[in-house]
């Protein structure tokens, strides 16, 4: 016999599929940007541990929604109280660190700004700083972080642009640059992008995207923890039946006294 409004197990148990979707998707990012980074090198940043936790995140999450959709279905409390105490240690988790994130997040341009002019000059830049903007330059069809002068006169191959109709009018520009060998001024054709804006506005997108993603799931974690707690409430107390208000009795008006006193008179004759 069923113990749960029927109403509240359907949506619970779509509102559990729904959580389990939000998790496939995860896990879809997390692959197609495990196959888009493939290649790359993981001087800019922690690669490795990012697909790790959207892994974690969509494996986890995809679980928990089909242990809530599997709990209401088959009203069985004890998936529900698992579901329960996970979603309040998941709303938790996500607030403790998407609040700071979001506090944080206005500073990351100026850090990452930071960062990047302490590469200047980037002639007299590490090998490995050097083969990152390399790689950079190459991917995003930049030159230099900043501008081109950052290399001074030494700007890579990395930097040319080729002519092709592909690439926009406004992508190339000419500039002058020694010839080492004639020493003599000759026109060249490079990116004319810095990458460092580039760099910035992807930085920044992902960061408003995982923001987004963290305090989705606690407002679904928060949801999920007011619908599985009514849901166990109606478990424990199945057979409580609504109270109905019954008008008292003294409040029912009776007839009138003049219609009581003409009842009672005998008959005329």
Same mark, same amino acid.
């Given at each position: 016999?069923?113990?749960?409004?029927?109403?509240?197990?359907?949506?619970?148990?779509?509102?559990?599929?729904?959580?389990?979707?939000?998790?496939?998707?995860?896990?879809?990012?997390?692959?197609? #940007?495990?196959?888009?980074? !493939? %290649? *790359? &090198?993981? +001087?800019?940043?922690?690669?490795?541990?990012?697909?790790?936790?959207?892994?974690?995140?969509?494996?986890?999450?995809?679980?928990?929604?089909?242990?809530?959709?599997?709990?209401?279905?088959?009203?069985?409390?004890?998936?529900?109280?698992?579901?329960?105490?996970?979603?309040?240690?998941?709303?938790?988790?996500?607030?403790?660190?998407?609040?700071?994130?979001?506090?944080?997040?206005?500073?990351?341009?100026?850090?990452?700004?930071?960062?990047?002019?302490?590469?200047?000059?980037?002639?007299?830049?590490?090998?490995?700083?050097?083969?990152?903007?390399?790689?950079?330059?190459?991917?995003?069809?930049?030159?230099?972080?900043?501008?081109?002068?950052?290399?001074?006169?030494?700007?890579?191959? #990395?930097?040319?642009?080729? !002519? %092709? *109709? &592909?690439? +926009?009018?406004?992508?190339?520009?000419?500039?002058?640059?020694?010839?080492?060998?004639?020493?003599?001024?000759?026109?060249?054709?490079?990116?004319?992008?810095?990458?460092?804006?580039?760099?910035?506005?992807?930085?920044?997108?992902?960061?408003?995207?995982?923001?987004?993603?963290?305090?989705?799931?606690?407002?679904?974690?928060?949801?999920?923890?007011?619908?599985?707690s009514i849901m166990i409430h109606q478990l424990r107390h199945p057979n409580r039946t609504p109270v109905v208000l019954n008008i008292p009795t003294i409040f029912i008006p009776g007839p009138p006294k003049y219609e009581e006193l003409q009842n009672d008179l005998p008959p005329p004759y």
């Amino acid at each position: 016999m069923a113990q749960i409004n029927s109403c509240l197990k359907r949506t619970f148990i779509g509102f559990n599929l729904f959580f389990a979707l939000v998790g496939a998707i995860i896990l879809c990012l997390a692959v197609v #940007s495990q196959v888009l980074t !493939s %290649n *790359e &090198d993981d +001087e800019m940043g922690n690669r490795t541990t990012g697909l790790i936790c959207l892994y974690i995140m969509g494996t986890v999450t995809t679980l928990l929604g089909l242990l809530g959709a599997y709990g209401a279905y088959k009203e069985h409390k004890i998936s529900l109280i698992v579901f329960l105490i996970c979603m309040v240690i998941g709303s938790l988790f996500m607030l403790r660190s998407g609040i700071p994130t979001a506090i944080l997040r206005p500073q990351v341009q100026a850090v990452l700004e930071e960062k990047f002019r302490e590469m200047l000059p980037l002639n007299r830049a590490s090998i490995q700083e050097k083969h990152v903007v390399d790689s950079l330059q190459t991917h995003l069809h930049c030159c230099g972080l900043f501008s081109y002068t950052d290399w001074n006169e030494d700007i890579p191959s #990395s930097c040319n642009c080729p !002519s %092709n *109709e &592909d690439e +926009e009018p406004e992508t190339c520009k000419v500039v002058s640059a020694i010839n080492r060998y004639a020493f003599l001024m000759d026109g060249r054709s490079i990116y004319s992008k810095p990458c460092a804006p580039i760099v910035m506005y992807y930085v920044l997108l992902m960061a408003d995207i995982s923001l987004g993603v963290v305090f989705t799931l606690a407002i679904l974690a928060v949801l999920g923890m007011i619908l599985s707690s009514i849901m166990i409430h109606q478990l424990r107390h199945p057979n409580r039946t609504p109270v109905v208000l019954n008008i008292p009795t003294i409040f029912i008006p009776g007839p009138p006294k003049y219609e009581e006193l003409q009842n009672d008179l005998p008959p005329p004759y």
